[in-house]
């Protein structure tokens, strides 16, 4: 196993870091590792805003749900699906291109090149020796963030990644078996099967945070995921990501 295979493995999320920032030759760099990302149709639909102001990162922080290690860390990226360029780049080249760009596929492929870009990013990261963490909570109020980053219309705040010096490492959560996420030929479709699998999947993560704890909390993941989504959470998603000239067609 090489050290790039070593280091996808060995990921969990890390919410305590070292009262240390990045130096800019590592921003540089994890931002450079992004970029190699690959990326549809050479589109590259996305920009990252780096955040290194203290009093930002608070107020970030608050409109992620009062999260502190939004606050407290390293550097905070915040990735967006951006297609303002390309709207730059229809006048510039006296191309109509407001139909494609506003299109569902083109928001797509929006989505997918900043999580391609995100996930190098991340792995660059931890081969630093750094810690990372998604910030999903930023969608929590889009609104908050657009004013407070200044982000134009068709570009979209999708998620953060804090990063820095690890002060505490968690245990790495199992996840789901390979039986259960990788389909041969074609999807599995039989139920008993699939329902087997994660009842399996259950009994570990029970077993995984009832030793975490100390026997405080077992719940399953289903139990865990069906919670979750019996809350209607960011319900106003549509809406803002239209108003924002983006995912018309």
């Known amino acids: 196993m ?11 999320s890390i919410r305590h870091f070292e009262d240390k920032q990045l130096s800019n030759e590592q921003i540089k760099t994890i931002v450079a590792c992004a970029q190699a990302a690959s990326t549809s149709s050479f589109i590259q639909a996305y920009s990252i805003i780096g955040i290194k102001d203290k009093e930002k990162k608070r107020k970030l ?46 928001f797509m492929v929006a989505l997918i090149d900043a999580s391609l870009a995100a996930q190098n990013a991340a792995i660059a990261a931890e081969s630093m020796g750094l810690g990372i963490c998604y910030i999903g909570g930023i969608r929590n109020n889009l609104e908050g963030v657009k004013e407070l980053l200044k982000t134009p219309e068709r570009v979209i705040p999708l998620f953060g990644m804090t990063v820095g010096y690890p002060s505490k490492i968690n245990d790495k ?20 099967v699939y329902l087997c699998q994660l009842q399996d999947y259950n009994q570990v993560i029970s077993n995984y945070y009832e030793e975490r704890t100390n026997g405080k909390r077992k719940d399953t993941w289903t ?3 069906a919670n979750m989504l019996e809350k209607q959470t960011r319900m106003y998603m549509k809406e803002f990501v239209q108003k924002n000239k983006m995912n018309l067609r």
Not at 2 to 12: D, G, Q, S, V, Y
Not at 77 to 106: P, Q
Not at 174 to 189: C, D, K, S, V
């Open 223 to 225: 139990e865990q995921m």
């Open 61 to 106: 922080a608050v409109l992620a749900g009062n999260q502190e290690y939004v606050a407290e860390n390293g550097h905070l990226f915040v990735f967006c699906a951006d297609l303002n360029r390309h709207d730059y780049i229809g006048n510039l080249e006296g191309k109509d291109v407001t139909t494609s760009i506003e299109s569902t596929e083109k």
């Open 2 to 12: 090489n050290e790039a295979i070593t280091t996808i493995l060995n990921h969990r």
């Open 173 to 192: 959560k199992p996840r789901l078996p390979f039986e259960h996420i990788y389909h041969e030929e074609e999807y599995e479709q039989d139920k008993e």
